[in-house]
């Protein structure tokens, strides 16, 4: 039979240890939880209530506002209620092992009344700089070059004619440089020419050739001459030498001339077709069109989504983590004595989840913080339908391999754009007032290598243009724009983050350039005609000139050292019979070529 002071005492612990819940566990879990998000967020996280219930192993966390970190008067998503199932027994191995989860009405994208944003104390000391592919997206829309709009009001005057500089062609640049190192390189080789000598040393070599004629041929003197004829040949060799060499590094020095006026040409061709930016006018190419106009929100996205990969790359483990070896323990300490148990849990484990709300359900499996200890790939889906609105998200995210094997897909049709800015206002701007949008894409991730593509397909499309001009053709530009009812935008990428290789293209830039071409297809050809004859006269003339230098510095140095070689030539063949030519010896001298070998 109980004791009634056993029954009051055992209800007075239960009632402090509620009480202790209530004031203290609850209250420290939602703080942990709101510092926790908003740390991994960047962005505030507003929570309701925390309840926690450990002996059922139930947590329930209520009315939640977690704000979008890129718009601070806005929620990322909200939820009124989620409840996780945990497991009492692994919190006491300080594992957090969650069988069930769910979350009830959820909604995103909600407004809000005050700024998500964190205040400036609360944000890192340390500025993020921006990852790679960031920079990437970057160079490739955020800079975007000036569509040269304004050249359409005086497109009929010769201004861009006349502002074509010189300087700015490639081709001329390649010309003077070759001058340059031709007048270089022919300073050098009057130099080794002049240091050669082999005037002042051919003109010995024939005194002393002449030298063998004197005092005739007999068989005291024949040792002494050949010794002398040997001597000759080697010294005419070691001239022939240098001579080839210098005439060697000439012809080298030439040709790489004569290859710098080939590429010249080559540049004039580029610079031709580079008329459009060389001159300022307007461009009509497709592509630079459509960068120009749908750049910056493109590049607004983009930067949003490496946002969220960069976050979910952070906080998901890339690879399988071995548990840490446990120190030996000191002989007279405690030892605890672990059963071996059926199953062994990471960290952190939320087995299923499931969220709903606003018309859409998700699911995902295998949240872990060790993926090579649970062994499964974290799977997730996200499928519904609302006011025309239908979207199906898919991933698989397997970690539990040495190199991660990643895949999202993303379905999105019925999406709604409503005033977001195109282009640059006043140059070639507009406001897409509002449109409807289908969107497709995958990713793909192995570790090290990126690739995925995205394709947008905008209907409905309503165009307000922001161009400040009087000009008729900027007008007819404007009305253009206005005309557009849906484009395509198509987005790929691949490679690792260090090197990525990134395509775009949409058909909206084909829209206007064949607007703009229709209107100034006449006023083009007669500038490009101007532009291409002041481009071929200022080329022509430096190329003449360049060629007629080639032609001077080829001969001023190859004439010469061929006339040396030929000299040379000569006296070697003529050496030895020159000192027996005319020597009336007996026969033992008549031979005397025949002794030596050259």
């Known amino acids: 039979m109980l004791r009634k002071t056993n029954v009051i005492l055992t209800l007075g612990i239960a009632v402090i240890l509620k009480l202790l819940l209530i ?21 505030k996280v507003e929570i309701g209530k925390v309840r926690t219930k450990l002996l059922q192993g139930k947590i329930t966390i209520e009315h939640v506002a977690i704000a979008n970190p890129h718009e601070p008067f806005q929620n990322l998503i909200t939820w009124d209620k989620a409840t996780f199932k945990v497991m009492p ?38 500025e993020e700089k921006p990852s790679l592919v960031a920079k990437k997206f970057e160079e490739l829309f955020g800079a975007s070059k000036s569509f040269g709009l304004e050249r ?64 005739g041929f007999d068989i005291k003197t024949l040792p002494a001459k050949a010794k002398k004829t040997k001597e000759i040949q080697s010294a005419i060799k070691e001239l022939q030498k240098n001579t080839n060499d210098l ?51 493109v590049y607004q996205k983009a930067h949003q989504a490496i946002y969220w990969a960069k976050l979910a790359k952070e906080h ?15 002989r007279r300490a405690g030892l605890d004595i672990e059963f071996p148990g059926k199953v062994s849990y990471p960290a952190f484990l939320l087995v299923h989840a499931e969220v709903s709300g606003d018309g859409f359900k998700a699911e995902a499996r295998g949240i872990t913080s060790n993926p090579a200890l649970y062994g499964k790939p974290l799977t997730f889906n996200v499928d519904g339908a609302k006011d025309g609105l239908t979207m199906k998200i898919t991933g698989n995210l397997d970690h539990h391999l040495e190199k991660p094997q990643d895949e999202v897909e993303i379905k999105w049709d019925g999406l709604k754009l ?39 397909q905008a209907n409905s499309v309503v165009l307000e243009p922001q161009i400040n001009s009087s000009s008729k053709i900027v007008q007819k530009l404007g009305e253009t724009l206005r005309s557009v009812k849906n484009f395509n935008v198509d987005l790929a990428f691949a490679g690792k983050e260090e090197n990525m290789d990134i395509h775009f293209k949409s058909d909206i830039g084909n829209t206007l350039a064949k607007s703009l071409k229709g209107m100034l297809d006449t006023e083009l050809a007669g500038h490009r005609k101007k ?17 007629s230098n080639i032609t001077g510095k080829k001969s001023g140095i190859l004439a010469p050292l061929n006339k040396y070689n030929d000299q040379l030539r000569d006296l070697l063949t003529k050496a030895v019979p020159s000192a027996g030519s005319d020597s009336n010896s007996p026969s033992p001298l008549k031979n005397f070529k025949k002794l030596f070998k050259y």
């Open 152 to 215: 359409l009001s005086s497109i009929k005057s010769d201004a861009s004619v006349e502002d074509l500089k010189p300087e700015n062609l490639s081709s001329l640049k390649t010309l003077d440089d070759g001058n340059q190192k031709l007048e270089s390189a022919s300073a050098a080789w009057q130099k080794d020419l002049s240091q050669l000598n082999l005037e002042s040393k051919i003109a010995d070599l024939r005194k002393e050739i002449a030298s063998l004629k004197e005092g």
């Open 316 to 330: 998901l483990p890339t690879k399988s983590e071995k548990p840490p070896k446990e120190k030996p323990r000191a």
């Open 89 to 126: 027994g692994q919190l006491l191995q300080k594992k957090v092992v969650i069988p069930e989860a769910s979350v009830s009405a959820l909604a995103w994208g909600t407004p809000r009344q005050t700024s998500g944003a964190l205040p400036k104390k609360e944000k890192k000391d340390k």
């Open 247 to 297: 005439k060697s590094k000439a012809q080298k020095d030439i040709e790489e001339a004569q290859s710098l006026l080939a590429k010249a040409k080559e540049s004039k061709n580029k610079d031709l077709a580079n008329l459009t930016a060389l001159a300022g006018l307007p461009s009509l190419d497709t592509e630079a069109i459509a960068k120009m106009l749908l750049g910056p929100m």
């Open 418 to 456: 409503q005033n977001i800015a195109l282009g640059k206002s006043g140059e070639l701007g507009a406001n897409l007032a509002s449109a409807k949008t289908k969107l497709g894409g995958k990713v793909l991730y192995n570790g090290e290598i990126w690739s995925g593509q995205f394709n947008l």
């Open 23 to 43: 004031l203290f566990l609850d209250p420290l879990l939602k703080y942990a939880i709101i510092r926790t998000g908003e740390t991994a967020i960047g962005a």
């Open 531 to 547: 532009l291409e004859d002041k481009i071929n006269a200022l080329y022509n003339e430096k190329a003449k000139a360049f060629e």
